[in-house]
């Protein structure tokens, strides 16, 4: 896996854009960036995918650099039921049925 | 809905029981994953399956073992082998197509007692 590299923690106020990055200076041309949240005592929910261009969804922005070295995950309206550690992965090519490997990630408070 | 269910959410084992756990998908994905969590670690993959009637280990499979029967359904026996079973045990699904993600269930929480 490339390595993925994000900070500890992060707040956002309710209503605003909730910015999260995400490095991975190492990660190979084939590489999808994925991201997931996983909120306490619940599953890992995916929240969107990437290769190299941008994508949207209906839960949130995926923006990756142009060298593909880190990227950025927006959610445009965070609310509190968005408090939630954040993960960003980038598994080898083919890995989908392989292990998924989860570092610390960022831990997002949204608060009032 | 479709979706990927994990029963029980809570379990408890006796010191020298085998337990399982089960995890059930109707998203007709081929490859289904357990995964191990303890408290504020990553995920460290047991087992996966990519197809019905084989499965591999991951990461840590020692002292658990695993059936693939059917597509949907992907149970985890946690054995008296395992030293140290408590944690938070997760069940994810996805195709086979290279860059689809996986999905997860909410998670059992096993301890001993």
């Known amino acids: 896996d490339a390595k993925t590299t994000q900070p500890p923690s992060m707040d956002c106020a309710e209503g605003r854009a909730a910015n999260l990055p995400c490095n991975h200076s190492?990660?190979?041309?084939?590489?999808?960036v994925y991201w997931y949240r996983q909120i306490h005592s619940q599953g890992p929910q995916y929240i969107i995918h990437g290769l190299k261009n941008n994508e949207t969804n209906e839960m949130a922005s995926l923006i990756i650099t142009e060298d593909r070295k880190s990227s950025t995950l927006i959610l445009p309206h965070a609310t509190l039921r968005d408090t939630a550690v954040y993960y960003c992965?980038?598994?080898?090519?083919?890995?989908?049925?392989?292990?998924?490997?989860f570092g610390q990630g960022t831990i997002l408070t949204v608060h009032p | 809905d479709g979706g990927i269910t994990q029963s029980p959410k809570y379990l408890f084992r006796k010191e020298g029981q085998n337990v399982t756990l089960s995890c059930e998908q109707n998203l007709n994905h081929d490859a289904m994953y357990w995964y191990r969590q303890d408290p504020g670690q990553g995920l460290r993959l047991i087992y996966y399956?990519?197809?019905?009637?084989?499965?591999q280990k991951g990461d840590i499979a020692e002292g658990y073992s695993v059936s693939r029967e059917k597509k949907e359904s992907f149970p985890l026996t946690v054995t008296s082998a395992q030293k140290n079973p408590t944690a938070f045990y997760l069940c994810a699904s996805s195709t086979r197509q290279g860059n689809q993600p996986q999905h997860f269930g909410d998670g059992t929480r096993l301890s001993i007692l």
């Open positions: 399956s990519q197809i019905v009637n084989d499965f």
């Open positions: 992965i980038a598994p080898p090519r083919g890995t989908s049925y392989g292990k998924l490997t």
């Open positions: 190492t990660i190979s041309g084939n590489e999808y």
